[in-house]
């Protein structure tokens, strides 16, 4: 192998080395998983993260977590989420956010920030809500309390008149208000407080429930959420592995020199044009005066590969020829008569009009799929 092959094999190669590690970074990012989701499956609940590729369809849901949403409800969002929770669903919301505003004012709370920050929240009600495993303290680190003049609500931790978090009953559902940003982060559940809460919360779940995750952004079936297409194709393992896929193919094709298309045969990787045949037979004959030499060759070589293809006598004459052809299959009889007798000119002929004619004879020749008009038999 010669050195430029050589070089261009161990760049194709570098090429697609390169490829793959950026597609294994890729997916490596991409595997990342929140924690709260990790643990909704760790319970064996059928959870799911809510994204463009995968809005909420909350008919198939029995539990809804809206966690540090940084974008906020739209109108028909809320109204689904609302509906939701009237038909039994349950809806746990967390963050201080104020994209969260438009959907605690729809049941009647607000979320105000708090002179003190309030690091952690103690228990409220003197007995717990979940006497088997009671939780005294959690961890909330938020600079917001909800508070309720709407509505009455059942408050579960907070600071005195602050909530951190509160919950109440609505229609056949029931609601979990938290104004704890990071509660169900990896972060906050480090902390065993927020860990026994999330478990315990857990419990009043149906068996094998279908919980939505979305942390973040919420994006739901019809509601103008991002292009499912693109987010499918640059946000998941399995659509950057098409797109790096595609990227490897294109560059091979490209490196190898390829084209779209039919590739040529083996035997024609050195295909000389007709043009190029009487350009060189001209240029080395042109002080002999052999055109017209030119032109038998050209003449006697088509007769031949005409005669060859449809199998008739190639001494015929002119016309009788073409009409043996027009037997075998429909052609313009006249116009090949024409050529085949301008091509027996006895008269000396241009090199202008000598390549015209092999222009010619190789555009007809293409068509009726025979061989090159140019080409001398041995």
Known sequence: MNSPMRHAKYYTLGVVLAVLTFFQYSC???????????????????????????????DRLDVLILTELRQELDKQEIEQILQFVEEGGTLIVAGDHESLQSLSLEYGLEIRKVSNSLETSHRIPIEPIFPNRPVNEIYSSTDYAIHSSQRDVAPLYGQGEDYSIVTFGEGEGRVF?????????????RHNGNATFLYNLATTFPRRARVGVAEDYYYAVGSGAANP??????????????????????????????????????????????????????????????????LKQ??????????????????????SFAEEIAR?????????VKLLTEMETRADISEARLLSIAKRVEAYCERAKIGRPGSIRR
């Open 28 to 58: 490596d990012s991409l595997a990342y998983e929140s924690a709260l989701y990790r643990v909704m499956r760790k319970l064996k609940f059928r959870a799911t993260e809510i994204a463009a590729s995968q809005p909420a369809r909350l």
């Open 177 to 189: 208000f938290s104004s704890c940003p990071d509660i169900f982060s990896r972060r906050g559940l």
């Open 229 to 294: 297409l693109m987010h499918l194709l640059f946000n998941t393992a399995g659509g950057l592995g098409v797109v790096y896929i595609g990227v490897i193919v294109f560059l091979f094709l490209i490196l190898r020199g390829r084209r779209f298309g039919t590739p040529l045969a083996v035997d024609e990787t050195h295909r000389r044009v007709s043009s190029e045949y009487v350009h060189a037979m001209t240029a080395l004959y042109q002080k002999g005066d052999t055109r017209r030499a030119i």
């Open 298 to 319: 050209i003449r006697d070589t088509f007769r031949s590969n005409l005669a060859a293809r449809w199998n008739i006598n190639p001494n015929l004459e002119t016309v």
């Open 328 to 336: 075998r299959k429909p052609i313009d009889t006249e116009k090949l």
